[in-house]
T-cell receptor
């Protein structure tokens, strides 16, 4: 079956540090890949996505590249801010839009001033 | 803006009670989903629906049922709540092939 593995937190960084959150997946076929973010007390919001190999998703300074050869979709940001503190979820969808998402366990990111 | 609303943010119930969690979306989405979120486990799919009166089991359907009588509304039902169903429940919706939009969640505590 499908699965997503992401680094477990909490990950604590200083403001303006470089961020990488690793994500690898197992899936049949050619899944679509997503990063969602959950701010305290809120639901999940889509941060970025990629639907085929070598696609790069980007939003709000975050980037992730769909690497089929390494089955990875690592999240990166060059300079984090305190406002980036949240829980980040890597997810995949292997079917059509009616299929649910398979999520990783989430990575709690804490940015200190 | 797409809006997915859930009937309660916090809910406390007793073991054995029948519990209804309601979700409404206002964008005419075909698909609706129920997930539960637990620390260290991430989100897991309970049930989803791709049309009115249609439902499909997700990864962890045991102990739950769902109802979709109208396109905009998707209900999650705990027939006899148990303490191991204490969790955060998240509803989502989408058009086929498009991003899923999530509601704010209902934190359910079963005593």
């Amino acid at each position: 079956g499908n699965s997503v593995t992401q680094m477990e937190g909490p990950v604590t960084l200083s403001e303006e540090a470089f961020l990488t959150i690793n994500c690898t997946y197992t899936a049949t076929g050619y899944p679509s890949l997503f990063w969602y973010v959950q701010y305290p007390g809120e639901g999940l919001q889509l941060l970025l996505k990629a639907t085929k190999a070598d696609d790069k998703g980007s939003n709000k300074g975050f980037e992730a590249t769909y690497r089929k050869e390494t089955t990875s979709f690592h999240l990166e940001k060059g300079s984090v801010q305190v406002s980036d503190s949240a829980v980040y979820f890597c997810a995949l969808r292997s079917g059509g839009g009616a299929d649910g998402l398979t999520f990783g366990k989430g990575t709690h990111l804490i940015i200190q001033p | 803006d797409v809006k997915v609303t859930q009937s309660s943010r916090y809910l406390v119930k007793r073991t054995g009670e029948k519990v209804f969690l309601e979700c409404v979306q206002d964008m005419d989405h075909e698909n609706m989903f129920w997930y539960r979120q637990d620390p260290g486990l991430g989100l897991r799919l309970i049930y989803f629906s791709y049309d009115v009166k249609m439902k499909e089991k997700g990864d962890i359907p045991e102990g739950y049922s769902v109802s979709r009588e109208k396109k905009e509304r998707f209900s999650l039902i705990l027939e006899s709540a148990s303490t191991n169903q204490t969790s955060m429940y998240l509803c989502a919706s989408n058009f086929r092939g498009r991003e899923q939009f999530f509601g704010p969640g209902t934190r359910l505590t079963v005593l």
